[in-house]
Nanobody, 125 residues
């Protein structure tokens, strides 16, 4: 099973940017998708974005479209977050594998087998 470790979280001010990293180790994941999720206190885990490691395509939830960008370099997957808002604070997780990368895939959290420990993002207004 693949192991995922997130990093890069921290405290930023509203409107600022932050880049999260997710390093994957273990079996090759190039045939699957990798996703980013977040969970705020008292809320369900929300699927934000995913990247299809085969075709290179990406999906973004409406809540982050135009502000967040998912990218990949070797076994690292990044989530570049810009224009952070007061509603963005949460623990951010990466997850894999999934055979698809689309709205349905990120909505089904139970379909993703491997999760990192999460990294906290805090936004001050």
């Amino acid at each position: 099973q693949v192991k995922l470790v997130e990093s890069g979280g921290g405290l930023v001010q509203s409107g600022e940017s932050l880049t999260l990293s997710c390093i994957a180790s273990g079996p090759p994941q190039h045939l699957y998708a990798i996703g980013w999720f977040r969970q705020a206190p008292g809320k369900e885990r929300e699927g934000l974005s995913c990247r299809d490691l085969r075709a290179g395509g990406a999906f973004y939830a409406d809540s982050v479209k135009g502000r967040f960008t998912i990218s990949r370099e070797k076994n690292m997957v990044y989530l570049q977050m810009t224009s952070l808002k007061p509603e963005d604070p949460a623990v951010y997780y990466c997850a894999t594998p999934h055979p698809f990368c689309d709205a349905t895939a990120v909505s089904k959290r139970g379909d993703w087998d491997s999760w990192g420990q999460g990294t906290q993002v805090t936004v001050s207004s």
